[in-house]
């Protein structure tokens, strides 16, 4: 009995362990990329001007700021759900990470065997956290999925990711079409 409720306690330990470097990744993209676009600002107009509307908005349609930040925003709702839906926002943007990257790799168009080992270093890391939140039972009890019905909830992440990645692609195309 005293040997099950540590291996609960441990499996719990690590969960909470992988959702807290998780949300701080959440933060730090929020602060980099708050952090990116105050220096664009501040390379684009004078300091008495910067924070006005009007540049602002301007500088919004240039550099199609804060993506990062609206998907990892699922991220971090998605690790305060306790539930189904907390399991497809969190492994759906894992697939929105897969898709992004290979997106980008396929832009480049500079295909190169002897670069190819960083793109995939970058594809690797979210599917490797998308097996682990497959096959780690503590993330599963976690937000309470059944084995069975992972197959169907990898479904629906892998449709809300690819969409997340299209819509970002969509904003971006818009945003500079106006300017």
């Not at 040997?3 to 690590?14: E, V």
């Not at 362990?17 to 501040?42: C, T």
């Not at 998605?78 to 790799?105: D, E, Q």
């Not at 990898?154 to 997340?164: H, P, Q, R, T, Y």
Request: proline share 2%; charged share 15%; glycine share 4%.
């Amino acid at each position: 009995r005293c040997s099950k409720l540590k291996n609960q306690l441990s499996k719990r330990t690590i969960t909470l362990s992988i959702y807290f470097l998780l949300f701080f990744g959440v933060v730090g993209i929020w602060v980099w990329e708050i952090k990116q676009f105050d220096e664009l600002l501040e390379t684009m107009w004078a300091w008495e001007h910067q924070y006005d509307f009007a540049n602002i908005w301007y500088s919004f349609k240039l550099v199609s700021p804060f993506n990062a930040a609206i998907c990892s925003l699922l991220l971090g709702i998605g690790i305060f759900l306790k539930n189904r839906t907390g399991w497809i926002l969190i492994t759906a943007w894992f697939y929105y990470l897969c898709a992004n990257f290979i997106r980008l790799i396929l832009e480049e168009n500079t295909i190169n065997l002897a670069d190819f080992s960083k793109p995939m270093f970058l594809v690797a890391i979210p599917v490797a956290f998308i097996i682990l939140m497959n096959k780690y039972e503590g993330i599963a009890v976690y937000h309470r999925v059944e084995s069975k019905s992972k197959v169907k909830l990898n479904f629906w992440s892998i449709g809300v990711g690819i969409a997340l990645a299209a819509l970002i692609i969509i904003k971006k195309n818009l945003l500079q079409q106006y300017l």
